[in-house]
């Protein structure tokens, strides 16, 4: 089965670190999510790409957050210097979005997260 | 305040019992979706629905979107411990084959066998 591939699963660091989460979304997919999931907040869009360009990222922290696609089989996420109150998961999720047809936006297929802890 | 309320925040019921899990929002919806999250796991598509009155079954489970579109049930018909997890609506609320979707903060359902 297709599934959207995340790397690592867990992660725990010390503030000031640099963070560095992988994903490999769906062969054939043309959107790329980022959210990070929290307790109190929940699940919260952070950035947005349709055929590699970034199209939001209007929820990252920009000063220590990036995201980035450098090729159609990997999208990353930085966070750089990390800090605790950066702890939560972080999970990326594709898509297929088709011009002209409703619904625009088909399913979302989720990875299994980052679980990142900020000491 | 959350745009999406999600009721109840937990569940607990007994093997074979009927449950009722609803979202509601003072906007419309676009679009509603329901997925399902295992702990430690990402979330799983279960439906969407975009029609107001619409509604759509797959195995025991059953989803509505009311005639406003501001509110939808997820209903499990004879649940089962499979079914025990996390369930988030997430819903278009802008509109115009918006991308973002925003989500409840999820129901835990508890299946005691």
């Known amino acids: 089965d297709a599934r959207v591939t995340q790397t690592p699963r867990h992660k725990v660091t010390e503030m000031g670190q640099e963070v560095t989460m992988r994903c490999q979304p769906i062969?054939?997919?043309?959107?790329v999510f980022w959210y990070r999931q929290t307790m109190m907040q929940g699940l919260e869009l952070l950035a947005y790409?349709?055929?590699?360009?970034?199209?939001?990222d209007s929820g990252m922290p920009k000063d220590r957050f990036s995201a980035e696609m450098p090729d159609a089989t990997l999208a990353t996420l930085k966070i750089q210097p990390s800090e605790p109150r950066d702890s939560a998961v972080y999970f990326c999720?594709?898509?297929?979005?088709?011009?002209?047809?409703?619904?625009?936006?088909?399913?979302?297929?989720f990875g299994s997260g980052t679980q990142l802890s900020v000491l | 305040s959350q745009e999406l309320e999600q009721s109840p925040q937990s569940l607990i019921v007994q093997e074979g019992k009927n449950l009722t899990i609803n979202c509601t929002s003072s906007k419309t919806l676009y679009g509603l979706y329901w997925y399902k999250q295992k702990y430690g796991e990402g979330l799983i598509f279960l439906m969407m629905?975009?029609?107001?009155?619409e509604e759509k079954s797959h195995e025991k489970i059953t989803a509505k979107l009311d005639e406003k579109k501001q509110q939808s049930s997820l209903h499990i018909t004879a649940s089962q411990p499979s079914h025990a997890g996390i369930y988030l609506c997430?819903?278009?609320?802008?509109?115009?084959?918006?991308?973002?979707?925003?989500f409840g903060k999820g129901t835990l359902l508890t299946v005691n066998p």
């Open positions: 999720a594709s898509g297929s979005r088709r011009r002209g047809i409703l619904p625009a936006n088909e399913k979302l297929f």
């Open positions: 629905l975009q029609k107001g009155g």
């Open positions: 062969l054939g997919h043309n959107t």
């Open positions: 790409f349709r055929n590699r360009a970034p199209l939001d």
């Open positions: 997430g819903a278009d609320m802008r509109g115009g084959s918006n991308y973002k979707l925003t």
